[in-house]
């Protein structure tokens, strides 16, 4: 290992730090999470006159001032760190690479709420009950019927614009979203009245099209921003009086999870598709390179578990027919 005392509280370090978080940003990476906790290590480093360059002491002090935060935070900070001196360590520069002991084992359960039919019809409902404007009524309503109908992510929501929808060919296109991706996603025909009511309401509203081109118009007439859009949010999901796993409120990304999970219900349901093939195709969908991102948003339900009991148990039955067959054939010869 090279010594080269290029880092922490050097005037180069800082530059070390926006090269990585340049070279994460080109890799497709949003680096809003890892530039506040570079930062704030960086910080931490200067503030306490600590070595140049990264040491065990160094990482392990800066986690024990750390102990307030939520087991999730601190191993997305230690993966954060882990990363970045990593990358430190390849281009030759003299570091500690963070052990993944230095905080307690923390296995992450998904919660999320997966969404009825009911629940839809009191979210609609409930918007009616908010002071906010008709067309962000009808605005908000829209999203949520998406979201149900799409499983699309709360920002491929927001960053909607009006070439992106094709009502002739019943079409969404979604623009790099996630790792700059793009996607086309199939819509169904009760889809598309939805829509087209939608945009004949914002015609009446005199808002034929936004400033920014944007679909789904929001207060002042403008696109819908991430923080203002779990707010109203918040505020239906307590009005229709929806509860999740520990008395928590269900969010927009559940809408997700909730597509993914039904999806996969309806093709067990159905007995000439095959589960295993279909799955490639909803990972597709969803805009996942791979199946491991999917698995994240399927969550077992009773219904689930039964219909693919069943279809293991005749998957068991027909090997056996054929490991039978195949003996016979053997004794015979």
């Not at 006159?49 to 999730?72: A, C, G, Q, W």
């Not at 905080?103 to 009616?128: G, H, N």
Request: hydrophobic residues 35%.
């Amino acid at each position: 290992m090279r010594k080269n005392k290029i880092l922490t509280n050097s005037s180069a370090s800082w530059k070390n730090i926006t090269n990585y978080l340049s070279y994460r940003k080109s890799l497709g990476h949003k680096i809003i999470n890892d530039f506040n906790y570079l930062r704030d290590f960086y910080n931490f480093i200067n503030a306490n006159k600590l070595p140049k360059i990264i040491d065990h002491n160094s990482v392990t002090s800066y986690f024990k001032s750390k102990e307030y935060l939520k087991p999730m935070s601190k191993k997305t900070l230690l993966t954060v760190l882990d990363q970045y001196c990593k990358y430190l360590y390849n281009i030759g520069v003299s570091t500690y690479i963070p052990s993944k002991n230095l905080i307690p084992k923390y296995s992450y359960i998904i919660r999320a709420y997966i969404y009825k039919r009911s629940d839809i019809i009191k979210l609609l409902e409930a918007i009616e009950q908010l002071r906010i404007s008709p067309l962000t009524m009808i605005t908000y309503k829209m999203l949520i019927c998406l979201a149900w109908c799409t499983g699309m992510r709360p920002t491929e929501l927001i960053n909607l614009n009006n070439s992106d929808v094709d009502l002739k060919n019943l079409t969404i296109e979604i623009r790099k979203t996630k790792f700059g991706k793009s996607r086309i996603v199939p819509i169904h025909k009760s889809t598309k009245k939805s829509l087209e009511l939608y945009i004949k309401k914002k015609s009446l509203a005199q808002i034929i099209e936004c400033k920014n081109d944007s679909f789904l118009i929001g207060t002042k007439n403008k696109r819908i921003n991430r923080k203002g859009l779990c707010e109203i949010f918040r505020n239906i999901a307590q009005k229709a009086g929806l509860r999740g796993n520990k008395n928590s409120l269900p969010t927009v990304k559940d809408f997700r999870h909730t597509f993914a999970t039904n999806t996969l219900n309806r093709c067990y349901r159905k007995k000439d598709l095959d589960p295993n093939i279909f799955l490639p195709v909803l990972s597709t969908y969803l805009g996942h390179s791979n199946l491991r991102d999917t698995q994240y948003y399927l969550h077992c339900s009773l219904e689930l578990l039964q219909r693919a009991s069943i279809t293991f148990e005749k998957s068991i039955i027909k090997r056996k027919i054929i490991r039978g067959k195949y003996e016979r054939k053997k004794i015979n010869s």
